[in-house]
Structure formats: structure tokens, C-alpha cells
């Protein structure tokens, strides 16, 4: 029995084995930091400047910034400079159209030049700021795509437009200059304020009379021979969009009445990048009376991205195959279908139209097939949509007033969020923020109450990236298990800071954050989804230009509607998840324009297969040999085989692993398949696959170890029954025949009973969770796809047999804790054979009471010692069921249910053992008393000498027995075993945080 009697070495070595694997993980993946090795720029310098483009601006700076701070400089007398004769204004730098030199000439070349103007917002606020540096970056990238190099890589230039204010125009409007390599092409970039676009002054044809506007003043009509070829990116904003649309697209022009002739109409070419609403519609000409002649304004409107009604249905879509929508007519007819609310800023034209396309989209959520297949059929859902709204700017940031403030501002940080900035008063709006979480919670809760459903999906919309974390703060904590969704890829959601909001976030988006190959070239990908569009659309406005003809404007607009999905891992990447119809797949290359998604499973090459395979078999048959030649814990035989087993299962998926994938992910349809990156509860079926053959053995292994206990501890004691061998006579009072207790609990512990009690305790347990469920919800499992079912049987197979085997253990402990107890409270006498037996071995008197007291112990530690072996297995199995739901396979929502099933389960194996430990305690003690006054009379005066040695000799053995329940408190399996489900949680939390640098 000594092979038996040694206990696992987990609770001591565990400590010890995970700081080597913790150690280990520092060198796993330790990426360097991107810190710069560049000086502060010096504060002052001089430079004279001859050049047009005189203002300091590289080629990733805010342009309307840059100038903002030019003309900041000016004092009043160099403002006033263009407002004399256009004569004397002509021949200053910024007073002139850069198609014109000083002598109010045309540039030399200027004739074959293209006029982009990029629409930017004007506002100085952060997220305003941030859009125009993305559009510079990503204008920029495109024309260098399309090989335009910058005249000037280190300034850009603006002008003044004359009567800038009765036009409607800014005071000053950037630009920069491009030419092509090797060719006589060039390109005028113009970074215009969208504010010009915007306000009351816009409206009713204004923004089409301030665009001629701005076209004239860069070339006016009576000096351009030839016209100004003039193409737009944008606008930027749909209230941009809408006024442009709502306008006459014709305007009325002064002329003489012996000129009125036909007059040529001015043309725009319009690269929607960013609106994703309705085009816009040309209008009937305006009467003009007088001398007023009119002139049509021809635009042609080109979208470079989808628009929110196909953005939206795509996303519904997702939530259909995540179980969000109506499976069956009769889940129609129970009306259980899934609540979806929408939060959405309110201030914008693009947030009240986002929000309305999705609201109809989300109206498919209620529609399923029929019984015949045939048909659909819906419910209304009116009812299970939850609209709510804020304003833009929930943080209340307000921009620097200076150059000091703004100092400032940058020295000391963004400030800390704290409690007080979530005070009733101030700009900021994290109250209202606050209030509309908790109203959706307690509407939650009331759904919960009257119908036993709750909100499924939250999808948090809006055109401000920063606002929308700020929700995912306030409602993530408040919704774990809803699934949530935005539209609009943008990296700054999977900030390492918000992390913890954004993480299995999908986004449906227009673009991801680069095209096909062919089209991003070299260039990285970028910062969100408008800048890929701005990039595609500079690219083919550039193209358009040296070409002479738009040729592939169908087919591209038709294949950029395509909508990328992504989810946002742990780690802060974008898993781009595949859609079923791909048009890019028949497409040519040249107008593929969106990349084609990968698998979403990490795909092995040949040779590492081949590794892996031979890896796992020879771990399996490694496994085979130690446990066959007993140098592993042989009473966990059985275990060890089952562990062999799936090390082989292991090596055959590793050796059909590509097929194996792809019909785990459902050609890319279904579940993700990845390791760590929490966004795919595949590793959580393989662990619980494992976990399924783990606790069936460990059950076999389990009730064969404590037979053969059973047995061993009958042969040593020599308890065998009915024993009428010896007869001994009748059994003096006060002692106890220990024969009938004995009986009693061989036939308890026979198959038959053991199975009949494991059985009610399994039935309680789910009886217990089932209430439970009803109470606090059943706990959900965020999977995608078919193969759900999968997930579930494995899940309730593990549940199922590590119940089996707790229960199991939980028996084993009562029986002998029964045993115990009247073995501790009664003065026992044995059978004959038995103290026969114990008194040879002992060298005492066949008939001395004492003798049975030693019985009684040695009877505990043989017993309790295989049962204190087994009390590790539940235990450990609960540990494997704690890894599996770890969020750093998928993100599990924490389920009341299942912890508080999962902890009643362990606790009363825990409450049981450590009774067991301390009433065996008790017993030990018991027999050191008696044997301390048996000692002391036989020392008495009078007493024979030499009577008490033998009684201080089992003295001593009774003090020094470490076997079974007689170690130490510190020693006690119940004790260690404890540490691995603590442990297991702890470890894990240290990987759901990522302290754990690779992991």
C-alpha cells in the first residue's frame, strides 16, 4: 500500500511549476517598446522662405491647423493685404490663385492640372483634428501610390480668397502641389473646410454657389482659357451631404445682354468616401431674371464605400448566426425573441439615419422559416427594440483656447476619471451616460421579471469613436452576456486601455484597415475605415486624371459595397470574420478593391503537421510506458491510458488538421478556431473533450482504487465475515461487537448502493443548478455558427461525470466517516482473528482493551489513506472545468448558476473530508488518553515492573502514525487539494489580465 499511500505532489509543487511557466511566458513574447530616440525640437529658429508653400506642415500634420497657426502670426496690416487691387493683390504669395504667378499669369503647366479638393471638418476639437491628419495621411499615400511626388515635402501654402466672407469661403485655404514622375500631370491639393458646406448660409443652393465660388477664385472664367478640371473628396458629413443635395444644381451668373449665349456648365466630381447616405439628385434650373443668366453645375457623384443599410443588414445578419435571431415558427408563436437596444447620438444627420437603418434591419431578427420551409414568417418587434440617444462629446472636452493652454493640456495629461467628473453639473456628460446605463439595466431586469428574456445586443452607433467607449464602459460591466456592435472600423476601439470594454466587440464597417493587395501597395494599414476610403478614392481620382477616362467606376462602386466584418480580440487585434457571398472571389484584380479574409483558424504548414503529430505520439506512447511500468501513480492507471488516448486523438487532428478546421469553423461561416485570442470557444471543447475522458477514467480509477482498499485493508486486518473460526465468547460491557457496523458498511459500500446514492446526488445537483438558472438566467456560451450542440453535449458530458465522481467521493468519505464515528464514540471489540493478529504483532494480551484502540487507528490510516488520494480528483476536475471557461479562450459572462452549483458541489466534498480528518483526530486522541491512564496505573506502586512497556511503546506508535487522516492539518488532502480550483482561478485571472507578457 505505500504506492497508494502517497499523495500527489500537486499542492506543494504547484506554486513552484507555475512560476517556471510564468518565467517562461516573459520570454515567450516580449515585443520592444516603440519609444523614439528623437530630440525635442528646438523652440526658436529662423528660415526665410521664397517659395509659395511657406508654412511648416510635414506630411502627417493637421493642414488647417498648421495655417490656423500662420495666420495666428499675422498681425492686422498682413491680413488686410488682399483686400486692395486685385493688380497689387496679384502679386503677393497669398493673395493669388497658385494657377497664377505674380505677373497674373497662368503657371506654366497649370493647364494640365487637376484641382482635389479634400472636404475636412473645421472644428478644433480633438477628434476633428485627428480626422484631418488621417485624411492627410491617407490623401497623401494615394498620390504617392499613383506616383504624384510633393513639390514641397516639408511646407504647404495657402491663399485668401478675395470677398472670402460674401462668398461664404474660409479666410485661407491650404494647399499643396503634386507632380507626376516622368510625366507633364499635376495635381492641386486643396484641404477645404467643410464648414462651407454648413450652416443656414448653405442651404437652398448656397453650397453649390460657394463651391463655384471657390472654383472661380482658383480659376476665375475671364482668365482660364481652358477650364479647371476640379474633383472633390467628400464631403465629410451627411449634413455636409444633405445640403449639397437639397440645393439647385444650376446657379445664375450677371452677363451682358448681347452675350447671353449658352453658357459651358461647371462640372465637380464628387469621391464619396465617408457619407454613407442617400447620392444626391441633380435639381430643375432656377428662373433668372434680368441680366442674370444661368449656368448648370454638373456633379457626378461616385461612392467609394456602403452605405448603412447594407452596412446594417450585414450586421444582423452576424447576429442571426450568433443566435440572436427566430429559429422556428414556434419560437415565433412563444414570442421569445431577442431585445435589441440601440444607443446613437442624436446631434448628427449621420447618427439619426444609422440609427433608422439599423432599426430596419434589425426587424429580420423576428422572421424564420416556416414548417414547410417555404416561406417566412415574422412577429413584430417593435416592442424588443429599445432606442436611446445621447449628445456628442460625453467626455465634455473642450479645445485648447491657446498655444499655452494647449501646453498645458499636454504636460498634464488627460485627467484621471474619478468620481467627481461623474458630478450633476460641468460640461462633461458621464451623469446622463450613467443614468441612461442604469434606466437600460432596470428595463433589463423588468424584462426579466414579466417574460424571462433579456436584452440580447446592444449596438452603440454614432461617428465619434471616443464617445462610444465611453458607452462601452458604462453598459459592458452592466450586459456581460449581450453581444455588442458598432459600425465603423476604427483602431482606436481596441485601444490597450479600453481593452477590457471593447474586447469580442463586431464591427461591421465599410473597410477594414487596408484594401486588396494590388491597391494598398505598399502603404500600412491605417487608422479606420474613412481613411481606407479616402485613400481608395484619391487613388482613383489620381488614376481617373492621368487616364482621361472612369472606365471602372461600376464595377468598383459595386465591389466596395462589401461589408467587412471584424471582432476584436483580447490582444487588440481584428479578427476579419468571412461573409457567405465573397464577389471578390470572380472579380478582377484590378477592381477588387476590399482583401479577401483569410481563414479564421491559424493554419500549419506540412512540415510543422508532420511535428506535431510525431510530438503527440510520442507523448502518448511515452504515457503508455511509464503507466505500464508503474512509475506514475498506479492506482491512476486507467487515467493515464485515457491521457494516452487523447494524446493520440491529438496526433491524428494535428495530422488532419486543415480539414478538421474548416469544418470546425464552418468554411468560415461558424466558430473562430484560435488558442488565446478570446474569441473562440473551441479550446473550451477541447479542454472539456479531455475533460469528458479524464473524469471517466478517473471515476473507473476512483471506485477500483477503493475496492481494492476495500480489500487490502480486510487482509491486513484480518476482517474477514462471518468469522466463527475463533470463537471468543461473549463481548464484556462496556464494549461494542464492531461485527454489525462492520456488515453494514461492506454492503453500503457494494456497486448497487454506492450507484443508487451517487445517483440522487447527481439528481440534486442539477435540480440545485436548474433552480438556480431560474433565478439569476442560464449562463450562455457566445458562439457563432452551426456546431452549438457540440459545445453543449460536451459540456453537460463533463458536468455530468465530474458530478459522478464527486459524488462518488463524497460517499466513499461518509461511509468511513460513519465508521469512524461509531468507531470513536464505542469501545469496539474486534473479531478474534483480528486482535489474534494485532496482539502477536504488538506483543500485549490477547484480552486487553487497549488493544482494540490501536485496531481502530490502524484501521483509519489504512482506509483514509486511499480516500484522501481520491479527494484530489473532483478537485482537479474542477480546475479543468475553471480553465475552460476562462476568458481567455472566449468571453464567458461570470454565471451565478454555475459558481454557485459548482461551489456547493465542492464545498460539501471539503465539509466532508475535513470532518473525516478531524474525527479521526478525535479518535487518536481518545486512544492517547487511555493509554496514558492505562500507563500511569501499571506504573502505579505495587504494579508489576516492566508492565507498562509495551503500552509506551504503541504510545508512541499512536503519536507517530502519519498515515491517511493522521498527517497534519497542513497536510490534509482536503487542505491541498483546495489550492488547486483557488489556484486555477488565480492563474487565470493573471492571463484574462495579460499580465502574463505573450500570453
Known amino acids: 500500500m505505500a504506492d497508494e499511500n502517497k499523495t500527489p505532489g500537486i499542492g506543494s509543487n504547484s ?73 497689387e493683390a496679384m502679386r503677393k504669395s497669398h493673395c493669388r490663385s497658385p494657377l497664377f504667378d505674380a505677373r497674373g499669369e497662368r503657371v506654366k503647366g497649370s493647364e494640365k492640372t487637376l484641382a482635389l479638393g479634400v472636404v475636412a471638418p473645421g472644428a478644433p476639437y480633438f477628434e476633428d483634428s485627428e480626422t484631418r491628419r488621417r485624411l492627410r495621411y491617407a490623401a497623401l499615400s494615394g498620390l504617392l501610390s499613383e506616383r504624384f511626388t510633393p513639390n514641397d515635402d516639408q511646407h504647404i501654402g495657402y491663399f485668401r480668397p478675395a470677398d472670402y466672407k460674401q462668398k461664404g469661403l474660409p479666410a485661407a485655404i491650404p494647399y499643396e502641389t503634386f507632380q507626376k514622375e516622368g510625366g507633364d500631370e499635376s495635381i492641386l491639393l486643396l484641404w477645404i473646410d467643410e464648414d462651407i458646406f454648413k450652416g443656414a448660409g448653405a442651404k437652398g443652393g448656397g453650397a453649390i454657389r460657394r463651391l463655384v465660388a471657390l472654383k472661380d477664385a482658383l480659376c476665375p472664367p475671364d482668365r482660364c482659357a481652358a477650364p479647371l478640371k476640379f474633383s472633390i473628396l467628400g464631403p465629410y458629413t451627411s449634413d455636409a451631404r444633405k445640403n449639397l443635395a437639397d440645393g439647385s444644381h444650376f446657379i445664375c451668373r450677371e452677363t451682358e445682354k448681347k452675350k447671353r449665349l449658352p453658357m459651358q456648365p461647371v462640372a465637380f466630381d464628387f469621391y464619396s468616401f465617408a457619407v454613407t447616405g442617400a447620392p444626391m439628385q441633380v435639381r430643375d434650373t432656377p ?152 434606466g437600460l439595466k432596470a428595463e433589463d431586469d423588468r424584462l426579466w421579471r414579466e417574460s424571462h428574456t433579456r436584452i440580447g445586443a446592444i449596438g452603440i452607433l454614432g461617428n465619434d469613436v471616443f464617445d462610444k467607449l465611453l458607452a462601452l464602459r458604462a453598459l459592458r460591466p452592466l450586459f456581460p452576456q449581450a453581444a455588442f456592435f458598432t459600425s465603423d472600423f476604427d483602431q482606436a476601439l481596441a485601444s490597450p486601455n479600453e481593452l477590457d470594454w471593447s474586447r469580442n466587440l463586431l464591427i461591421a464597417s465599410g473597410y477594414g484597415p487596408s484594401l486588396s493587395r494590388i ?59 468571412p461573409q457567405p457571398d465573397s464577389p471578390d472571389a470572380k472579380t478582377d484584380a484590378r477592381i477588387r478593391v476590399q482583401p479577401s479574409p483569410g481563414p479564421i483558424f491559424s493554419e500549419l504548414a506540412d512540415s510543422a503537421a508532420n511535428g506535431w503529430f510525431f510530438l503527440f505520439l510520442l507523448a502518448g506512447l511515452s504515457t503508455v510506458y511509464l503507466a505500464y511500468k508503474n512509475l506514475l501513480w498506479p492506482y491512476l492507471k486507467t487515467t493515464w491510458m ?224 486511499c480516500i484522501g488520494n481520491l479527494i484530489y480528483m473532483p478537485f482537479g476536475l474542477s480546475v479543468l472545468l475553471i480553465v475552460s471557461r476562462s476568458t481567455i479562450f472566449t468571453n464567458f459572462a461570470p454565471s451565478v448558476a454555475i459558481l454557485l452549483t459548482q461551489g456547493l458541489c465542492i464545498a460539501v466534498l471539503f465539509a466532508c473530508a475535513m470532518a473525516l480528518c478531524f474525527s479521526a483526530e478525535q479518535a487518536r486522541e481518545l486512544a492517547k488518553r487511555r493509554l496514558s491512564q492505562e500507563i500511569l496505573t501499571r506504573k502505579a506502586p505495587g504494579a508489576p515492573a516492566g508492565g507498562a512497556d509495551p503500552l509506551e511503546e504503541i504510545k508512541k506508535r499512536v503519536e507517530g502514525l502519519r498515515e491517511g487522516s493522521f498527517v497534519p492539518l497542513s497536510q490534509q488532502p482536503p487542505i491541498r487539494a483546495l489550492l488547486l480550483p483557488l489556484g486555477g482561478l488565480g492563474w487565470t485571472a493573471l492571463l484574462d489580465y495579460r499580465l502574463f507578457p505573450g500570453l
Open 15 to 87: 506554486a513552484i511549476i507555475v512560476a517556471l511557466l510564468a518565467t517562461g511566458a516573459i520570454w515567450f513574447s516580449r515585443p520592444a517598446p516603440l519609444e523614439t530616440a528623437r530630440p525635442a525640437p528646438i523652440d526658436k529658429h529662423v528660415e526665410v522662405r521664397f517659395e509659395d508653400q511657406d508654412v511648416e506642415a510635414r506630411l502627417w500634420q493637421d493642414p488647417l491647423e498648421a495655417i490656423a497657426r500662420e495666420s495666428e502670426k499675422a498681425d492686422a496690416g498682413q491680413r488686410k493685404e488682399c483686400e486692395g487691387k486685385a493688380e
Open 287 to 438: 428662373a433668372c431674371e434680368g441680366r442674370l443668366q444661368s449656368q448648370e453645375v454638373r456633379i457626378a457623384s461616385f461612392s467609394t464605400i456602403a452605405d448603412d443599410k447594407t452596412v446594417a443588414e450585414r450586421l444582423v445578419e452576424e447576429l442571426k448566426r450568433r443566435g440572436l435571431g427566430a429559429k422556428s415558427d414556434e419560437r415565433l408563436a412563444g414570442q421569445i425573441l431577442p431585445h435589441v437596444a440601440l444607443v446613437s447620438d442624436a446631434d448628427t444627420e449621420y447618427g439619426r439615419n444609422v440609427a433608422m437603418d439599423f432599426e430596419k434591419a434589425l426587424n429580420s431578427l423576428s422572421c424564420a422559416k416556416n414548417d414547410s420551409g417555404s416561406g417566412e414568417i415574422c412577429a413584430q418587434i417593435g416592442s424588443r427594440r429599445h432606442s436611446l440617444t445621447y449628445l456628442r462629446g460625453l467626455d465634455g472636452m473642450q479645445p485648447a483656447k491657446d498655444d499655452k493652454d494647449k501646453k498645458d493640456k499636454d504636460q498634464k495629461g488627460a485627467p484621471a476619471p474619478a468620481t467627481p467628473m461623474e458630478n450633476a453639473f460641468g460640461p462633461g456628460q458621464f451623469d446622463y451616460l450613467r443614468r441612461l446605463a442604469d
Open 519 to 577: 491597391w494598398q501597395g505598399r502603404v500600412p494599414p491605417f487608422r479606420g475605415a474613412y481613411q481606407t476610403s479616402a485613400f481608395l478614392a484619391t487613388r482613383l481620382a489620381a488614376d481617373e486624371f492621368v487616364r482621361g477616362k472612369a472606365d471602372n467606376r461600376g464595377p468598383i462602386e459595386e465591389a466596395a459595397k462589401e461589408v467587412q466584418l471584424f471582432e476584436i480580440d483580447r490582444n487588440g487585434g481584428f479578427l476579419a470574420l
Open 642 to 865: 485515457g491521457l494516452a488516448l487523447c494524446l493520440f486523438a491529438a496526433a491524428g487532428v494535428a495530422l488532419r488538421w486543415q480539414d478538421l478546421a474548416m469544418w470546425a469553423t464552418d468554411g468560415g461561416l461558424g466558430e473562430p478556431l484560435a488558442a488565446m485570442q478570446g474569441i473562440s470557444a473551441w479550446p473550451t471543447v477541447a479542454i472539456r473533450t479531455v475533460g469528458v475522458v479524464i473524469a471517466l477514467c478517473l471515476t473507473i480509477d476512483a471506485w477500483f482504487c477503493l475496492r481494492r482498499n476495500l480489500d487490502r485493508t480486510v487482509k491486513k486486518e484480518t476482517l474477514y465475515l462471518p468469522d466463527y473460526s475463533r470463537p471468543g465468547g461473549p463481548i464484556p460491557a462496556p464494549f461494542y461487537d464492531v461485527t454489525p457496523e462492520w456488515e453494514k458498511y461492506v454492503r453500503r459500500s457494494s456497486f448497487g448502493s454506492v450507484a443508487r446514492r451517487v445517483a440522487v446526488g447527481v439528481l440534486l445537483a442539477f435540480a440545485v443548478f436548474a433552480c438556480l438558472s431560474q433565478i439569476f438566467g442560464w449562463p450562455g456560451a457566445p458562439w457563432r455558427g452551426a456546431h452549438l450542440e457540440v459545445y453543449r453535449r460536451v459540456t453537460v458530458g463533463l458536468v455530468f461525470l465530474m458530478l459522478v465522481l464527486t459524488f462518488l467521493v463524497v460517499d466513499a468519505t461518509m461511509l468511513c466517516l460513519r465508521f469512524v464515528v461509531f468507531l470513536r464514540d464505542h469501545r469496539t471489540r474486534w473479531m478474534p482473528a483480528t486482535r489474534s493478529e494485532y496482539s502477536r504483532i504488538l506483543g500485549i494480551g490477547l484480552n486487553d482493551p487497549l488493544l482494540d484502540d490501536w485496531i481502530d487507528l490502524s484501521f483509519i490510516a489504512a482506509r483514509t489513506s
